[in-house]
């Protein structure tokens, strides 16, 4: 039974750490058509920018949160505006351009802090229990954090105008300038928003499993297999495939602890074999 609600609880609360940096991927996908191999880069942005207010400046960990949303949501639409929008219509250079970003971001941590991993204060010391299950409220704490973004961004897509106009630009982007929208504004807002999201996930997996210069290269593996388990470009696709890999790959560490990476690659491997088209196909949301 302890195990039963081990695999429940961490799986859950896991799961929607990775709901949160998928959805930032899979809008990028959805709006600008780029398969970013820097989201891994925006993930370790966030957690180091915490780990040096943190350790250098000092800061608490509220305040140093804060600063790594901020650098998040500015670094990612400076990667699109200077090294994405010029290349955007050769998409080999644009796929080469972000696994260049990510691992030229992974060389400039290991100069600054170097490779060992660090890790930062939780924003909730403390424990509770199930049974005999001792659950950190820090990992409580961050998905309620991941899981309220999430709603936020949804209503943000769905009930505004500029969010119709996100999933009008990811639906037809011909028909999107016809009627007005400024593509250049909405992609530079769509990459902020990816940005924040993968810092914010950045940060929390940082409290509780550390972080080093090649840290977001699981987050980003996770991120592609829940995107394309889910369906390129569907936002509740990857809502659905993150859960789903998330409680696969608590499973497979409760038993085997080495392979926490595994089960989002052989999931990746199955769906692309046989539904490469994603549980859900593709959608603007």
Do not use: C
């Not at 972000?98 to 600054?112: D, H």
């Amino acid at each position: 039974m302890d195990t039963l609600i081990e695999i429940l609880v961490f799986g859950f609360l896991i799961s929607s750490l990775y709901a949160l940096a998928a959805v930032g991927f899979t809008m990028i996908f959805g709006v600008a058509g780029v398969l970013n191999l820097a989201h891994g880069a925006f993930i370790t942005i966030g957690a180091y920018l915490a780990i040096w207010a943190t350790t250098t400046l000092d800061w608490h960990i509220l305040p140093a949160t804060l600063l790594a949303i901020v650098g998040g949501g500015l670094f990612a639409p400076l990667v699109y505006y200077y090294l994405i929008r010029p290349v955007i219509d050769r998409p080999v250079t644009v796929f080469l351009s972000t696994l260049l970003i990510g691992v030229i971001t992974e060389q400039v941590l290991i100069l600054l802090f170097s490779p060992n991993p660090r890790t930062v204060s939780a924003l909730i010391e403390g424990n509770f229990a199930i049974s005999n299950v001792n659950i950190p409220w820090n990992r409580v704490v961050a998905s309620l954090v991941a899981l309220v973004a999430i709603v936020a961004l949804w209503f943000f897509v769905n009930r505004t105008r500029i969010g119709k106009a996100i999933t009008a630009l990811s639906m037809e982007r011909l028909g999107a300038a016809l009627v007005g929208i400024n593509e250049l504004r909405i992609q530079l807002i769509v990459w902020s928003i990816s940005g924040v999201l993968a810092a914010i996930a950045g940060v929390f997996l940082t409290s509780f499993l550390a972080m080093s210069p090649f840290g977001g290269r699981v987050p980003l593996v996770v991120s592609f297999s829940i995107v394309v388990l889910g369906g390129l470009g569907s936002i509740s696709g990857s809502l659905w495939a993150a859960y789903i890999i998330g409680f696969a790959e608590t499973i497979t560490t409760q038993f085997i602890p080495e392979a926490r990476g595994l089960p989002s690659l052989v999931l990746l491997l199955l769906i692309l074999i046989f539904r490469p088209q994603g549980l859900f196909g593709r959608s603007a949301a």
